[in-house]
């Protein structure tokens, strides 16, 4: 009986405590048709595909508020590819409680580079290993003061190590990312600087022949102005061994290509690691005609060097689109081409070799509610 009653007081309790919060669903819907068109030098092959899918950052969620905790929940179906295997994963769930004058936010969320175009193509690629740089959603401890100053603590990666070593890596403090969110001149300026950092090294107990810590570290910096119709958006972004921290560079690996090139790589006969150096940036303009009809411009840009290669790697995107609304819908045409440069190693002739291009065409139609 009184495992009961205790039971019967949580229920109350619980319940007492949702009537007297904000409670908000919400959701969104995408689906894309498209059209890529490679050509003789890409990776795939000079061929037409055609792609008709449902998004796999379509989503449901929902937003808690009360009494200075706010909390969000929101999971997605990848449903990529059309495949039958569509598992529910989970986007961001995370709970922040303000106080006077900052905030504490435990979970999984975005960290501060997530900052992107507007790009509809292939699950909303936004340009990303283009010029864009990626930090996914991971758990992380962030604390934030009300002007803006953030600093999280997130898991170190090291399964991205240059001997592919997922053995004997001491990671003994967590990957950080400090930042800054401003608004200025009325709201109409909005900077967004943003730091990462890792490293971790290896441990010697396992036998491991490499010696050493790896690294790596990114700085980026957005910066968006507001001119009544008219938005212009821009991104820099440098920083060393991005790609062991997770950065994508392109769009994947295949032949004649360095599937990461943005890795350190292991140096046998020094015995050493060495570094690759990255630099992007994306350009992005959007201009409102009026509230159901709007143009976006954008255009990347990312090349990766390192003491290994003959040639940087480099990858170039860009996309004209124009977003339709009617109610909740959203119809998004849009073209694009996505070049992926040449070859870090010449041929046996010493001459570069192109990766090639795709150009690519169609829509995206998309319900939020």
């Not at 975005?110 to 340009?127: C, P, R, S, V």
């Not at 212009?232 to 295949?254: D, E, K």
Request: proline share 2%; net charge negative; hydrophobic share 35%.
């Amino acid at each position: 009986m009184k495992k009961i009653l205790i039971m019967i007081s949580i229920v109350v309790v619980s319940m007492s405590l949702f009537a007297q919060a904000q409670i908000t669903p919400y959701g969104s819907v995408r689906g894309g048709y498209w059209f890529s068109l490679y050509d003789e030098d890409h990776r795939l092959g000079e061929r037409t595909v055609n792609d008709f899918h449902l998004q796999s950052n379509s989503r449901f969620g929902v937003n808690f508020r009360n009494e200075g905790l706010t909390a969000r929940a929101e999971f997605a179906v990848n449903g990529r590819n059309n495949s039958n295997s569509n598992a529910i994963t989970t986007r961001l769930l995370w709970a922040r409680q303000q106080f006077d004058g900052w905030s504490i936010l435990v979970g999984q969320d975005n960290d501060g580079t997530n900052l992107y175009t507007n790009q509809t193509w292939n699950h909303d690629f936004n340009l990303i290993g283009y010029g864009v740089v990626d930090g996914s959603r991971h758990m992380m401890v962030r604390f934030r003061l009300d002007n803006g100053l953030y600093i999280a603590a997130m898991p170190a990666v090291t399964g991205n190590d240059p001997a592919n070593n997922a053995t004997g890596i001491d990671a003994l403090v967590p990957r950080l990312n400090i930042g800054y969110d401003v608004k200025l001149m009325d709201n109409n300026l909005t900077l967004n600087p943003t730091f990462v950092f890792q490293t971790y090294g290896y441990n010697d107990d396992f036998g491991n022949e490499h010696d050493g810590d790896i690294t790596s570290w990114l700085l980026s910096a957005t910066a968006s102005y507001k001119m009544d119709a008219l938005t212009l958006t821009g991104n820099f972004n440098f920083g060393c061994n991005t790609g062991n921290m997770g950065y994508r560079f392109g769009a994947g690996a295949g032949p004649g290509r360095n599937a990461n090139p943005n890795r350190a790589t292991w140096n046998a006969a020094k015995n050493e690691t060495e570094d690759a150096t990255t630099l992007g940036g994306y350009l992005m303009a959007e201009y409102v005609v009026k509230p159901t009809l709007n143009f976006n411009l954008g255009f990347g840009y990312a090349a990766t060097s390192h003491d290994d290669f003959d040639n940087d790697a480099t990858r170039t995107g860009f996309y004209l689109q124009s977003t339709i609304r009617a109610q909740r819908l959203r119809f998004i045409p849009e073209f694009g081409i996505m070049m992926d440069g040449d070859s870090v190693m010449n041929d046996e002739a010493g001459k570069k070799v192109s990766l090639g291009s795709m150009t690519y065409f169609g829509t995206q139609l998309r319900f939020d509610f």
